[in-house]
């Protein structure tokens, strides 16, 4: 179905339940995994540090953490994983990576809000790179929320199973791009 999936990541528990995600669907579809870290130049320059190379590199390394343990976890899955680390506007570098990787389908998690009614509003790199991306891209809500079980949200089953069958109103993924 999908030959070669990337996943953004950083240090979060949003990342780690997307990351599983991420290694069980390329394990269903003998996919290579890219994992990319992003330093987003701005919010380095941003961060409390003594100059400015000390605020970029400490990102680039944090960056560089989460790439590597998302791919040692795919690792010890038995899934083909790669890793990056991209300095730049996140969704600009999501969508480079994308499309230098040749990637089949782009895994992001949806942070961003909750409306009172459940419905999720996507952050604005989520939105970004799928107005962007030239390949699919699949959009997972975050496991955060009154209303979401947390078993649910680290089911590696079922987040493979709502990617292949029809959507229906109550399935958290968003698969949307090219198919």
């Known amino acids: 179905m999908y030959d070669t999936l990337l996943v953004p990541v950083d240090e979060t528990a949003e990342t780690t339940r997307l990351t599983m995600h991420a290694i069980g669907l390329a394990d269903m579809w003998g996919a290579t995994l890219h994992t990319v870290g992003i330093v987003d130049g701005p919010t380095a320059l941003n961060a409390e540090a003594t100059d400015r190379g000390d605020r970029v590199s400490g990102a680039r390394e944090r960056a560089r953490r989460a790439s590597m343990r998302a ?25 480079a990576e994308a499309r230098r990787i040749e990637a089949d389908l782009v895994l992001l998690g949806s942070p961003g809000r909750e409306t009172t ?63």
């Open 71 to 95: 791919a040692e976890r795919a690792q010890r899955a038995g899934v083909d994983a790669r890793t990056a680390v991209r300095r730049g506007v996140p969704h600009a570098e999501i969508v």
């Open 117 to 179: 009614q459940g419905a999720v509003c996507v952050g604005q790199v989520t939105r970004r790179v799928v107005e962007r991306a030239d390949c699919a891209v699949l959009v997972e809500q975050s496991g955060e929320g009154p209303d979401r079980d947390s078993a649910a949200a680290e089911s590696v089953a079922d987040s493979a199973l709502s990617v292949t069958r029809e959507a229906s109103t109550d399935e958290r993924p968003l698969l949307v791009g090219p198919q």
